[in-house]
């Protein structure tokens, strides 16, 4: 891990509750907060890393936002591996990992989010509804010039939460959009290593946001309190016997008690994903 100089002067030893880390595209976010947790690691006993990139996902398979804790990793399916279009399912899913990771005795919780600031598409208000929603007792922020203020100039006006600006590493590496694509294919391959064909009365689940699959659909199943069990690639639907095969991981389905319908398609053989139109 390439560590500037300028990251060890941060004074982490006042750093606890959520700690956001905010920044557009190609700031090396991930890795600044997987150094973060390290430090902190140092200072508390019990330090979460929340992963919230449903795209390029370090601690889960692409859609999903993911969250490390000492017991394990708990994960939510968002269905989409852009927040633009599944803003409110990535703010509840956020909400529950933040609140799962508090119930767990957290004394710090590293909160990597994604890249997307763009006002046009939404960032700015996203980023802004997000950071009300939850609270975070510091923001860190990493940007090369002034990209972060039209979010966060609100809050340094409003007072109460504290902002620290965090020059990126000068030796990240862009990433274009074919190597976004190949990173997600490569984690989906890897989930999807050895599965199993599993045939499901859909009529047995509660399923969300309808009971409508589309080949190749990509699925969540949940547990009674909306934790990701699995995902699911839908193989073959059958509406007269409300069924649909899925391929998934080779674990136990006992817990699931839902279905969620993904806004994505995942080839099953090649593991190329694209949106559904």
């Known amino acids: 891990m390439d560590i500037p100089e300028y990251w060890e002067s941060i004074n982490t030893k006042s750093l606890k509750g959520l700690i956001m880390v905010l920044g557009a595209p190609d700031m090396g976010k991930s890795t600044f907060c997987e150094y973060l947790v390290q430090r902190l690691a140092k200072e508390h006993n019990h330090v979460a890393l929340m992963d919230g990139d449903p ?13 490390s804790l000492n017991s394990g990793v708990r994960r939510v399916f968002v269905g989409s591996t852009s927040p633009v279009r599944h803003m409110l399912p990535m703010l509840v899913a956020a909400s529950k990992l933040v609140h799962e990771a508090k119930s767990a005795g957290a004394e710090a919780i590293v ?3 994604t890249g997307l ?3 046009h598409q939404g960032g700015v208000t996203f980023k802004q509804a997000k950071i009300d929603l939850l609270q975070p007792s510091v923001i860190l922020a990493l940007q090369r010039g002034k990209e972060l203020e039209p979010i966060l100039a609100p809050f340094g006006k409003r007072g109460g939460l504290q902002i620290i600006d965090v020059k990126p590493s000068l030796a990240v590496q862009p990433r274009n959009m074919y190597m976004r694509r190949r990173y997600r294919r490569l984690k989906f391959t890897k989930y999807f290593t050895d599965p199993q064909r599993v045939t499901l009365d859909w009529s047995k689940f509660a399923v969300f946001p ?10 969540g199943l949940e547990d009674i309190e909306g934790f990701t069990v699995a995902l699911g690639i839908a193989l073959d639907i059958r509406p007269q016997e409300r069924t649909v095969t899925l391929l998934l991981p080779k674990i136990s389905l006992d817990e699931v008690k839902v ?14 994903d694209r949106k559904i139109l």
């Open 117 to 119: 600031i763009d006002q």
């Open 111 to 113: 909160y990597d989010t």
């Open 259 to 272: 279905l969620r319908v993904g806004d994505i398609l995942v080839d099953p053989m090649s593991f190329e």
């Open 55 to 67: 795209g390029q996902s370090r601690l889960g398979p692409p859609t999903t936002l993911n969250l």
């Open 210 to 219: 309808k009971p409508y699959f589309t080949k190749h659909v990509l699925v």
